[in-house]
Each structure stands twice: as structure tokens, then as C-alpha cells.
């Protein structure tokens, strides 16, 4: 229900977490822009990634390279999705995470999204949103 109003809305704001990515679909006009605030890390006090990490340390593999990180990139990647889901779709991803940029496995993670034009500066993205981005 709560999706169905933001699809409607005409200036809809939806915020939500990492598993609200998982299965939102919404074509068109209705999203315009999607913001990720953090690189989706799994939290490490998790069972299941004490468990997976102690797992790849035994057997001599970086838990961060191996697990951490490639799940990362993945989920990263499915947050992104949610703004293009069609050919026609349009919009803006901000990206605010530092370690994009500052660290050599941010850089990483940008090579394996999507090839898009970046835009650095906030009134570019400003702009193209009132443009109807194209």
C-alpha cells in the first residue's frame, strides 16, 4: 500500500533500508532519484557473518575481499537498479559514501556499477532533475 501511494504521489519521498531495495519496482516519473548514504556493508556483529568470516580466516582467505565486499557491491549494485528499471527511465543516484572515492576498494566498487555520466557538484544534479532528466 505504502508503494502504491509513492507511485501516485507526485512529489512522493520514500525512504527506506537496504532490504526495502529488494522487490521495489517503480517505472516511469514516480522515481526520479534514489540516495544511498553508506556502502551497504552487512553488519559484523551478525551471527551469520561472524560465522562466514571465521569460515574464510580458516582457510587463509580475507573474510573482508572474499565475503564483506563482494556482497557489498552486489547489494550496492540492487540499490542502484531501483532508479533505472526500464529503457526509458531517468534519474539521479547520489552516492554519499567517502570511501567511494578515499579507498582503493571504492574505487573498485564504482568500476562495477553501471557506465553513467558522474556529476559532482549538487546544482548539476539540480539541474537535470528540473530538466526531467534526460
Known amino acids: 500500500m505504502l508503494l502504491e501511494r509513492f507511485k501516485q ?3 512522493g519521498l ?10 521495489v ?5 514516480a522515481l526520479q532519484l534514489v540516495l544511498i548514504d553508506r ?6 556483529d ?3 557473518v561472524q560465522a562466514r568470516e571465521a569460515y574464510l580466516k580458516q582457510k587463509g582467505l580475507s573474510a573482508f575481499a572474499h565475503f564483506q565486499l ?3 557491491i552486489m547489494a550496492l549494485k540492487q540499490g542502484c537498479g531501483r532508479l533505472i528499471r526500464d529503457p526509458q527511465d531517468r534519474g539521479v543516484l547520489i552516492l554519499c559514501d567517502p570511501r567511494l572515492t578515499s579507498k582503493a ?22 539541474d537535470l532533475l528540473k530538466q526531467g532528466v534526460t
Open 9 to 11: 504521489a507526485k512529489s
Open 70 to 72: 563482494p556482497q557489498a
Open 14 to 23: 520514500l525512504l527506506g533500508t537496504s532490504s526495502f531495495w529488494e522487490g
Open 39 to 44: 556502502i551497504p556493508f552487512i553488519p559484523p
Open 105 to 126: 576498494y571504492g574505487r573498485g566498487i564504482v568500476k562495477s556499477l553501471p557506465d553513467f555520466p558522474w556529476i559532482y557538484e549538487p546544482e548539476a544534479a539540480i
Open 25 to 29: 519496482d517503480v517505472r516511469g516519473q
Open 46 to 48: 551478525d551471527p551469520l
